[in-house]
């Protein structure tokens, strides 16, 4: 019987460069499933709106008919509203937001992870929940999909399991997708990855257990495990969050060095600025604000953390503290521009804009209708969710909601 621990037959292993080449040649122009790069976006969201429904005790015991007459039933959260995005060859997208803003979700389902509630998600343009139903006729097959949508969790303790060494976790995956390497084959794989990715030496870290390595190893196990098996997208949910700062640029770093081999596209998911701009920046990737469920503002890392239009981004970055301590220190005393301490319901988020109850710009027109991502002239790819975008809205005529309007430092 051959199980995950056999595989420690030594090998005569290649360069990690001849390697990583060999890999990212086989993924650069056709997918191992054999279905060809075909133009379309790797993964597109068309209004997607995701809720979730929780089911208290009183819905589970009573028929429908009694919980909706007397109006006994919950609202879902609106994790997720009418979001749509497109990811492409070797994009980045990094989605920064406050805990709870939907981030999570949101990647979730732009991997197929997570099925959305309206809207739909599309694989190359093929809609993932109709390959995953059988609904769709063709050369794909849920299992592609899946293989080429790939996540990276915050907290790689739980993402590795304890009782299994280093060769048996990266080796499983390859058993899946990769059903005809050999052992040898898979050995060689594992150790170039670890070598590429600075697991050294890594015929060493072959045979630990996750308890001996260290938190950033750690995480460089868990990215291993995703890209080994050449993915197309890979979610990297808050992946350095848990990380000590001095590791936090390591990792980002390994994953910009890891792009460069294989040509993957990322969803990089962060609630820290500082974090989203420097992998922004790295990648010449783009920043979604996320507020509520909703994409507030996009554009470059220098058009959305320099040039913010947003009021919510504008108050994201007065929030962050910046690097001076004498600037930390100003900041500090200045009074917050945010109109309320209270944080919206997500099962009952304000009508209009999501964002008025709590923007120091928010007017009347502002409760009426909520605005669409838009840009300025001259601005085309720096989309913000305002209606200050437009100096046509009636928004300049209506009257400040709360009082007058608020300065936000540093604006
Ligand atoms: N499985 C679920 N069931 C019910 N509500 C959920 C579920 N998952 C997320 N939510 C809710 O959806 C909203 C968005 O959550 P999500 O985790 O996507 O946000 P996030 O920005 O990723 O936050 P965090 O960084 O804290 O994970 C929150 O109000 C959350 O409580």
């Avoid at 995701?50 to 015991?61: C, D, G, S």
């Avoid at 920064?96 to 739909?120: C, F, H, N, W, Y």
């Amino acid at each position: 019987m051959s199980t995950d621990d056999d595989d420690t037959s030594s090998s005569e292993t290649s360069s990690p460069e001849s390697t990583s080449t060999s890999t990212s040649t086989a993924s650069a122009n056709t997918l191992s499933s054999g279905v060809e790069d075909n133009g379309e976006p790797v993964v597109s969201l068309e209004n997607v709106s995701v809720e979730f429904k929780e089911e208290p005790l009183i819905e589970q015991a009573l028929p429908q008919s009694i919980i909706d007459r007397f109006d006994l039933g919950e609202d879902p959260v609106q994790a997720v509203n009418d979001v749509s995005i497109d990811l492409g060859e070797e994009d980045v997208l990094v989605l920064l937001g406050e805990s709870g803003s939907g981030k999570t979700t949101l990647g979730r389902t732009a991997i197929g992870v997570q099925e959305p509630t309206e809207g739909s998600v599309k694989y190359r343009g093929y809609d993932i929940q109709d390959v995953e139903s059988g609904r769709h006729s063709g050369e794909l097959y849920f299992e592609d999909v899946r293989r080429a949508l790939q996540i990276v969790h915050q907290d790689s303790n739980a993402a590795l399991n304890p009782y299994r060494t280093i060769r048996a976790t990266l080796a499983e995956p390859l058993k899946l997708w990769f059903p005809d390497l050999d052992v040898n084959d898979r050995n060689e794989r594992i150790l170039s990855m670890l070598r590429t990715t600075g697991v050294t030496p890594a015929e060493d870290y072959m045979d630990r257990y996750p308890h001996e390595l260290s938190g950033g190893e750690k995480q460089r196990v868990a990215i291993i495990r995703a890209m080994l098996v050449e993915p197309d997208v890979i979610l990297a949910d808050e992946v350095v969050s848990a990380l000590d700062v001095s590791l936090r640029i390591d990792i980002m770093d390994l994953l910009v060095d890891l792009q460069e081999m294989f040509q993957t596209s990322y969803i990089f998911i962060s609630h820290n600025l500082t974090n989203a701009r420097y992998f922004a920046e790295r990648t010449d990737g783009k920043i979604a604000v996320v507020y509520l469920g909703e994409i507030v503002e996009i554009g470059t890392p220098e058009e959305v953390i320099e040039n913010p239009k947003h009021p919510y981004t504008q108050i994201l970055r007065w929030a962050s503290l910046p690097l001076d301590p004498v600037e930390a220190r100003e900041t500090l005393t200045e009074p917050s521009p945010v109109m309320t301490e209270e944080a919206p319901d997500p099962s009952n988020p304000p009508s209009g804009c999501r964002f008025h109850q709590s923007c120091p710009k928010a007017r009347e027109a502002c409760t009426r209708e909520n605005p669409e991502l838009m840009s300025e002239e001259g601005s085309p790819d720096h989309l913000s969710a305002c209606f200050r975008e437009d100096s046509t809205h009636e928004y300049w005529q209506s009257e400040p909601l709360h009082g007058e309007e608020h300065d936000i430092p540093g604006q």
